[in-house]
């Protein structure tokens, strides 16, 4: 099964000449045959964030939203307040297995992620951290294998 993607970058400092995670997760995404209905840059502000994010989830083009970025617990990162009130149902599968797969890699850093997954609007939502490696990680070993497995589910609403 196919899927179509909003990619997010959540940075107030990337752009699309440094954007490696946002790359990376194209390029993960389309290896795997899916398709990358839109990919943008937004600094770290909620309300932008959430905006762009409601957008994707309102299309009907869209299966899921993968961000990259604003997971940590600096001033600025607020992605988990943005995005996780928007979920109707958490997969805390997503975020404890992330978190354990990071501390095989990171060690005891791997505390300091708040990355999440969920389905919001009938559509799949995760939410990484913005290095390249969290972002191989979390697409390679969680999201990429369920993906088709998660969006048929959702299609038999």
């Not at 928007?86 to 975020?95: A, I, S, T, V």
């Amino acid at each position: 099964m196919i899927a179509r993607l909003g990619l997010l970058t959540i940075s107030d400092t990337r752009t699309l000449d440094n954007d490696r995670s946002g790359a990376l997760m194209r390029e993960l995404v389309q290896g795997h045959h899916h398709e990358v209905v839109d990919a943008r840059i937004v600094p770290d502000d909620p309300q932008r964030v959430r905006s762009v994010v409601h957008e994707w989830l309102r299309r009907d083009d869209c299966d899921a939203v993968i961000t990259s970025g604003g997971t940590g617990v600096s001033a600025r990162d607020q992605t988990f307040e943005a995005l996780s009130e928007m979920l109707d149902q958490r997969l805390d599968g997503f975020g404890e297995l992330f978190r354990m797969l990071s501390w095989e890699e990171i060690g005891s850093a791997a505390m300091v992620s708040r990355a999440f997954g969920g389905v919001s609007q009938g559509k799949l939502l995760f939410a990484l951290p913005g290095s390249t490696a969290a972002v191989r990680l979390a697409l390679e070993k969680l999201i990429l294998p369920e993906l088709s497995h998660l969006l048929g589910e959702l299609r038999k609403r």
